[in-house]
């Protein structure tokens, strides 16, 4: 199967080598002006973002006590830090998981492929509805403003993980609260095919290419799928 960003078609890509015609980034832009965006970005929407991360996070509290989920994740330069969430699932989640994968040989191969449950029994109902709409996702600007995360970006991968991504492009930029996967397969594509993602983000990463993501994210918010 093939998929498609801008024209660009990102399955037949080898996993070993940079595509072929695009460029190492460079320029201003990555180097400065996409850190100077994502400040600017973070503190103009800050209003907005308090908005809606309040009244969740007193729901939240209201059944399940501390609203917030912290949990490492692996950044640039392989550098660990602590990712902020809004909390969706059950407090003995990592239990529960393993669980269910113990007694269900099919969630454990979608799991082994995916990293995700379609059908996840840790998810609150009211964590499935915050998912939906990625108000899980919001905290997330307050490592976006300390320069843990950019706005657009490939996603952040747990410690664990490290083993099952190849290639190197994720470890030379700041993970994304938005990018090329979130906005195109998604909870459709396996871990293995986020990393082509990656790598053909990296080798188009400008300004254009950024504000083209976040405009198909707002499209993707408008019509949300979670995960």
């Known amino acids: 199967m093939t998929y498609h960003f801008r024209g660009y078609e990102t399955a037949p890509l080898p996993m070993a080598a940079r595509p072929e015609g695009r460029r190492e980034p460079n320029g201003p832009y990555p180097r400065l ?5 994502d400040i600017i970005l973070v503190i103009v929407a800050a209003p907005a973002v308090l908005a809606v991360i309040l009244p969740a996070a007193l729901a939240i509290a209201l059944q399940h006590g501390s609203p917030f989920y912290v949990q490492e994740r692996v950044g640039r330069g392989g550098r660990i830090f602590r990712m902020w969430k809004l909390r969706t699932m059950v407090p003995d989640a990592d ?9 269900n040989p099919a969630a454990r191969a979608e799991w082994d492929e995916y990293q995700k449950l379609h059908d996840d029994p840790r998810v609150t109902p009211l964590g499935a509805l915050l998912r939906r709409s990625s108000i899980d996702e919001l905290p997330q600007l307050w490592n976006v403003l300390k320069g843990d995360m950019s706005i657009v970006g490939p996603r952040p991968f747990m410690p664990s993980q490290r083993s099952l991504y190849p290639g190197e492009e994720y470890y030379r930029m700041a993970p994304g609260l938005t ?10 594509s396996s871990f293995a095919q986020r990393a082509q993602f990656d790598r053909l983000y990296f080798h188009n990463l400008s ?13 993707v918010l408008l019509r949300p799928t979670g995960g």
Not at 33 to 37: G, N, S, Y
Not at 207 to 219: C, F, N, P
């Open 33 to 37: 002006f996409k850190r100077l965006l």
């Open 95 to 103: 239990a529960r998981l393993e669980r269910h994968l113990a007694d």
């Open 179 to 188: 990018g090329m996967w979130q906005v195109s397969l998604r909870n459709e």
């Open 207 to 219: 300004l254009r290419t950024d504000l083209a993501l976040m405009l198909r994210t707002v499209g």
